[in-house]
Nanobody
């Protein structure tokens, strides 16, 4: 089992920045790929970004490319999502996830999930 806890969400003005963290415990976090998903009210859960188990590669959904950066520090068992130039469309609950399948975008391929952290961007 891997337990994931997100933090760093909050209210920010459009154009601002936030950095989300995902602290992992349990089984060796470094064995798994990590991803961030988000879900806005009334919408399906959406892939945001993923990173390989050894920092070997990243993937992003088109709407966040150039604005968001995913990273991880396996020594600290922590993953991050740096979000810059935030837009109102980025408002959602953000979830981190971990799984064994690499840079996949399908949320069903991730075995472990955090409880989510709310990000609200005011226009």
């Amino acid at each position: 089992q891997v337990q994931l806890v997100e933090s760093g969400g909050g209210l920010v003005q459009g154009g601002g920045s936030l950095r989300l963290s995902c602290a992992a415990s349990g089984r060796t976090f470094s064995m798994f790929a990590m991803a961030w998903f988000r879900q806005a009210p009334g919408k399906e859960r959406e892939f945001v970004a993923s990173i390989g188990w050894n920092n070997g590669g990243t993937a992003y959904t088109n709407s966040v490319k150039g604005r968001f950066t995913i990273s991880r520090d396996n020594a600290k068992n922590t993953g991050y999502l740096q979000m810059n130039s935030l837009q109102s469309e980025d408002t959602a609950v953000y979830y981190c996830a971990a799984g064994p399948y690499g840079l996949v975008t399908d949320h069903n391929r991730y075995h472990y999930w955090g409880q989510g952290t709310q990000v609200t961007v005011s226009s």
